[in-house]
Antibody, heavy 127, light 108 residues
Framework: QVQLQQWGAGLLKPSETLSLTCAVYGGSFSGYYWSWIRQPPGKGLEWIGEINHSGSTNYNPSLKSRVTISVDTSKNQFSLKLSSVTAADTAVYYC?????????????????????WGKGTTVTVSS | SSELTQDPAVSVALGQTVRITCQGDSLRSYYASWYQQKPGQAPVLVIYGKNNRPSGIPDRFSGSSSGNTASLTITGAQAEDEADYYCNSRDSSGNYVVFGGGTKLTVL
């Protein structure tokens, strides 16, 4: 059974860089897209970005200028860096495994889902 | 378009059927996935693809799709189904992940 274990600093000052790492245990690292998602207090889920085993990334356009996601396949880990944090970056941060699928019928339909999630890391930005 | 729209809140009487909807242009190409989130917990995948349930998800959860609208149906809602539900997909280009704003389900 695949498990994601995440860790990183939970308290930051404004302008610092958020750094989180997620380790993948019990499953293959290749063939999936590995995402970071965050959830501000009392609000919904916001996708930050993703990476695959070869290092190909996609980022949320609203965060792209501050986000870097990297991968270390030798350790089955991927990491998030978010620079120049402010109080608006205070949130629970999750890592998750994403997968694609295709259904063939009269019309080809695609699907994407995140089936394994980390437990979340609370990050607070405060001076 | 990169937006998925959900009703903020829905309620259902215990044992009755409830439908939670999600609208967005990308849903014409992508089936939505659905997640259940209880307070203080990480989201849990409940439906993906045309109508697939991960192992351990009760069969009272089902999914459907029509045009630009995806639906999550809970047939015979239980007290433990009270939670926030989020839909999720890729955007129309396929390059980005998008989430709906979430629907808070109350079981009366």
């Amino acid at each position: 059974q695949v498990q994601l274990q995440q860790w990183g600093a939970g308290l930051l000052k404004p302008s610092e860089t958020l750094s989180l790492t997620c380790a993948v245990y019990g499953g293959s690292f290749s063939g999936y897209y590995w995402s970071w998602i965050r959830q501000p207090p009392g609000k919904g889920l916001e996708w930050i970005g993703e990476i695959n085993h070869s290092g190909s990334t996609n980022y949320n356009p609203s965060l792209k200028s501050r986000v870097t996601i990297s991968v270390d396949t030798s350790k089955n880990q991927f990491s998030l860096k978010l620079s120049s944090v402010t109080a608006a970056d205070t949130a629970v941060y999750y890592c998750a495994r994403g997968a694609f699928g295709t259904t063939f019928g009269v019309v080809i339909r695609y699907y994407y889902y995140m089936d394994v999630w980390g437990k979340g890391t609370t990050v607070t930005v405060s001076s | 378009s990169s937006e998925l729209t959900q009703d903020p809140a829905v309620s259902v009487a215990l044992g009755q059927t409830v439908r939670i909807t999600c609208q967005g242009d990308s849903l014409r190409s992508y089936y939505a996935s659905w997640y259940q989130q209880k307070p203080g917990q990480a989201p849990v995948l409940v439906i993906y693809g045309k109508n697939n349930r991960p192992s351990g998800i009760p069969d009272r959860f089902s999914g459907s799709s029509s045009g630009n609208t995806a639906s999550l149906t809970i047939t015979g809602a239980q007290a433990e189904d009270e939670a926030d539900y989020y839909c999720n997909s890729r955007d129309s280009s396929g390059n980005y992940v998008v989430f709906g704003g979430g629907t808070k389900l109350t079981v009366l």
